[in-house]
Every structure is written in structure tokens, then in C-alpha cells.
Nanobody
């Protein structure tokens, strides 16, 4: 499975961005739990959001709950990260990842990773 993340950029605080992660290779639909992680400069990678294979369950980090959503479109082999009310502390490189098994927040459980897309939120 290859993951291609896109949609990052520069946005003012309070603005919105939508990241996309498109999968190719093995059939995506209902095969993988999908997650988003981020890594800010000088910090460790942290969990942001995850969605189950069917899309019926989601989980969010407390820091983004109520501001971010993680919809997926299995017909398009794509998962999104809709980011609203962005804050400067959301500035990071965002990575999408795929996990073959359970909905999890742990990065080491994810089998496949995209290349990352950079998000910068100015104050």
C-alpha cells in the first residue's frame, strides 16, 4: 500500500484546511484503519485522529476534538483530515498512516505511512 498525503499549506489562525490521503495498491475499501499523526519541530510525532475500516468509528486527540474530523471515502481510496479553527500550535508536518487491524492511537501499530504534508498556522 502506498499513501500519498496532500493539502498542506499556510493558513491564518482560525482558518481551515483539508488534508487528503490517497491509497494505492491493495484494495483500500474496508481493509485498513486510517490515522493521521503530526510532528511539530523539535517534538515527537503525536496522534491526531483515526477512523475505523468502515468509517463507523472515529477517535480524536483531545487537542483537536471538536475542531478536526476524519472522514473517509472508500470508493475513492481516500481519507481526509478536515481541520477547522486552526491554531498556531497545530503547525506541524502531518502524516497519514494505515493499520491492518484495530483502531489505535499508537504509531507503532500502523503498517504504512505517507510522506507527510506541512501545515503552518500563522498567528
Amino acid at each position: 500500500v502506498q499513501l500519498q498525503a496532500s493539502g498542506g499549506g499556510l493558513v491564518q489562525a482560525g482558518g481551515s484546511l483539508r488534508l487528503s490521503c490517497t491509497a494505492s495498491g491493495r484494495t483500500f475499501s474496508s481493509s485498513y484503519v486510517m490515522g493521521w499523526f503530526r510532528q511539530a519541530p523539535g517534538k515527537e510525532r503525536e496522534f491526531v485522529a483515526a477512523i475505523s475500516k468502515s468509517g463507523g468509528s472515529t477517535f480524536y486527540a483531545d487537542s483537536v476534538k471538536g475542531r478536526f474530523t476524519i472522514p473517509r471515502d472508500n470508493a475513492k481510496n481516500t481519507v481526509y483530515l478536515q481541520m477547522n479553527s486552526l491554531k498556531p500550535e497545530d503547525t506541524a508536518v502531518y502524516y497519514c498512516a494505515a493499520d491492518s487491524f484495530v483502531l489505535t492511537t499508537r504509531s507503532h501499530d500502523y503498517d504504512y505511512w505517507g510522506q507527510g504534508t506541512e501545515v503552518t498556522v500563522s498567528s
